[in-house]
């Protein structure tokens, strides 16, 4: 049972453009969501991340909308370019005692054309 | 510059095989955790530790086991391989406590087995 759905899978945007991948969880416990940029024959890395008392988190082209009420959170990438290219994840965090633990969304792969 | 280790980045096994695959960190990292992904699947998580000689299974545990003898190194063992198990394993580390917000990847360990 997939906790974190991500969709979509693969995703293709025009240079400029912006880019939206969602994520939807149902695990209320969840306390904490960031999202990953995996480039090819590299591990992820964390690319932003948010709480869940906040709406919106921005840092510079990347931002975070975040719905509490339904459960549901996505990224933006705004003015999208080729080097923004890569397999981007979203995660959830269920902080255990200070043990936390990462669930992750399956993947989409974004593709910027020029 | 933080460092996570995943000394064998390509191999080749044999059913049946034992396999090893070894982690290394350099951060004084409590948490050590073994993914493996697969397309489609994202990361899922086989097996945690929060200390050394700790462990904790996660989503995914048959047919893997791990080691911790020492803080800064995480081993994975495949006990007898099978060509299911062949996919990407990624190894991460993070601080106690930091809610996914310092969790680090190494560059990944592809396996085949066949």
């Known amino acids: 049972q997939q906790q974190v759905k991500q969709s979509p899978q693969s995703l293709i945007v025009q240079k400029g453009g912006i880019s939206i991948i969602n994520c939807a969880y149902e695990?209320?416990?969840?306390?904490?969501f960031p999202w990953y940029q995996q480039f090819p024959g590299k591990g992820p890395a964390l690319l932003i991340a948010?709480?869940?008392?906040?709406s919106e988190k921005k840092e510079g082209r990347f931002t975070i909308s975040f719905n509490k009420s339904a459960k549901q959170f996505s990224l933006h990438i705004m003015d999208s370019q080729p080097g923004d290219s890569a397999t981007y994840f979203c995660?959830?965090?269920?902080?255990?005692?200070?043990?936390?633990?990462?669930?992750f969304g399956t993947g989409t792969r974004l593709t910027i054309i020029p | 510059d933080v460092k996570v280790t995943q000394s064998s980045r390509y191999l080749v096994k044999r059913t049946g095989e034992k396999v090893f695959l070894e982690c290394v960190q350099d951060?004084?990292?409590?948490?050590m955790f073994w993914y493996r992904q697969d397309p489609g699947l994202g990361l899922r998580l086989i097996y945690f530790?929060?200390?050394?000689?700790?462990?904790e299974k996660g989503d995914i545990p048959e047919g893997y086991s791990v080691s911790r003898e020492k803080k800064e190194r995480f081993s994975l063992i495949l006990e007898s391989a099978s060509t299911n198990q062949t996919s990407m394993y990624l190894c991460?580390?993070?601080?106690?406590?930091?809610?996914?917000?310092?969790?680090?990847f190494g560059e990944g360990s592809w396996l085949t087995v066949v």
């Open positions: 991460a580390s993070s601080y106690a406590g930091s809610s996914g917000n310092t969790i680090y």
């Open positions: 948010i709480r869940p008392d906040v």
């Open positions: 951060m004084d990292h409590e948490n």
């Open positions: 530790s929060y200390d050394v000689k700790m462990k």
């Open positions: 995660a959830a965090v269920e902080s255990n005692f200070g043990n936390e633990k990462l669930t």
């Open positions: 695990n209320t416990a969840f306390d904490y």
